[in-house]
């Protein structure tokens, strides 16, 4: 086979492959992220593997976002984790987490992607009637989900939004949040891990970290999901800026959505007040001696000082300003020659930075992409390129992975992988 015949036949045997990982990991209209390891729906897990169906299968990328809609609270949350059915191989589930809703769920959301997820699958869905019935179900409620996010987690209106747990984040024991983490109590009682059974510990969050993420559960439980009380008094309240840019770039997904079907509602007023508010209120997490967007703890003011990718988010967000976003794009440029394959989670020079160690290091592939998308919006498509290619690099040298190495390249955490097979699948078709 020459040269060219050969990376064709690959590239379709990629894609081959990454459906073949959807549909495996399909539980009759929900996708779980891998099987046993993340038995449930995840939030942004789903957002971004609905975009992956679209690419095949209409309908069925569609009834991802149905069945995730389907967990939002009368509050208009959308909880991070929906648990359909039970299952023994995930801790914490249900019980410990103690929402006692028909569909249980946890208590807090995830990076809310999901409008973003649902521009770019309207403007890819071929099947107009299917589109219009979906859209008609599911604006009103993602106009609910970003007020929710609005008035409960920024109830004083400066413009950025508080998160309550190092899950919420989706970068789970990311650097950034060590400090913060640290004030958090520790759990004294017993437990047993189930994600220890999956992956080797060298790869997942240490002992100390699980103490206080149950700390926060429970604290939410005890609080009886009470969004004033959990304002007021939960130990651990960040601004992540990795959800700020993400929130950002949704609501101004969603406004462009609702225009495009010409929906009329007060509510889309507010959403572009928040957005107005967010641009002025971003250069808070400024730091012009770095030039660098950094994370905030809440609580003591102080700016998280870890470079870790969710700054770079803010170009996905179209949050930077032109300075701004040349001095990101030159990190990025340095940032991606520092590990071996695409952005890493953590800059490799910082001395916290550990390549396989699931957010403190680790390269994954979604973040890559709104990377990558970023860079194309501030027009710098042949960094964006890069960027994608060296992150498709990973997936022929080791698979479909949650994640992997940066440095070596190696598939690290959960096999046969939803979001990287989407993303896979958004980038190859
Ligand atoms: C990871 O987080 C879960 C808790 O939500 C866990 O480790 O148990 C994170 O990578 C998160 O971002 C992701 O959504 C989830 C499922 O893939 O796994």
Redesign the pocket.
């Known amino acids: 086979m020459s040269n060219i015949a050969q990376q064709i036949s690959g590239v379709a045997a990629h894609i081959e492959q990454a459906k073949l990982i959807l549909k495996k990991n399909d539980l009759g209209g929900y996708t779980v992220?891998t099987h046993g390891l993340?038995p449930f729906q995840?939030?942004?897990?789903s957002a971004i593997t609905a975009l992956g169906w679209m690419m095949f299968d209409e309908a069925r990328a569609w009834k991802e976002i149905e069945l995730l809609l389907s967990g939002q609270w009368d509050n208009g949350m959308i909880p991070?984790?929906l648990f359909h059915k039970d299952s023994d191989t995930?801790f914490p589930g249900p019980d410990v987490w103690g929402s006692h809703l028909k569909l249980k769920s946890t208590s807090i959301s995830?990076p809310p992607v999901l409008a973003s997820a649902i521009k770019i699958m309207v403007e890819q869905c071929q099947d107009k009637d299917l589109l219009k019935q979906n859209l008609a179900q599911f604006l009103p409620k993602l106009i609910e989900y970003h007020l929710w996010w609005y008035r409960e987690r920024d109830p004083e209106n400066t413009g950025l939004v508080v998160s309550y747990h190092p899950?919420e984040s989706?970068?789970?024991n990311s650097p950034a949040w060590d400090d913060a983490l640290a004030a958090v109590p520790a759990v004294t009682w017993e437990y047993q891990r189930r994600?220890l059974n999956h992956i080797d510990s060298s790869q997942r969050?240490k002992k100390k970290e699980y103490d206080r993420y149950l700390y926060l559960v429970e604290f939410f439980k005890n609080n009886q999901f009470d969004s004033e009380k959990i304002y007021a008094n939960c130990p651990y309240k960040v601004n992540d800026i990795g959800i700020i840019s993400i929130l950002h770039k949704a609501t101004k997904d969603l406004l462009s959505v609702c225009a495009s079907v010409n929906l009329q509602d007060d509510a889309l007023d507010i959403l572009e007040q928040k957005v107005k508010l967010t641009e002025s209120a971003i250069n808070q997490l400024w730091c012009e001696n770095d030039q660098f967007f950094y994370n905030r703890d809440v609580i003591t003011k102080q700016l998280c000082r870890v470079k870790t990718n969710g700054s770079l988010l803010t170009l996905f967000a179209e949050l930077a300003d032109q300075k701004q976003a040349i001095a990101l794009k030159d990190l990025s440029t340095s940032w991606l020659s520092a590990s071996a394959y695409a952005v890493s989670s953590t800059h490799p020079d910082s001395e916290l930075y550990e390549p396989q160690r699931?957010?403190r290091g680790p390269v994954w592939l979604h973040i890559n992409w709104m990377i990558a998308l970023g860079l194309e919006a501030y027009n710098y498509p042949q960094l964006s390129e890069k960027i994608k290619n060296s992150s498709l690099a990973l997936i022929n040298k080791s698979g479909y992975f949650?994640y992997f190495n940066a440095d070596t390249g190696e598939g690290c955490g959960g096999g046969d992988f939803s979001?990287t097979a989407a993303i896979a699948l958004y980038w190859l078709l």
């Open positions: 992220p993340y995840w939030n942004w897990d991070h984790v995930y995830q899950w989706g970068m789970d994600d969050p699931y957010w949650e979001w």
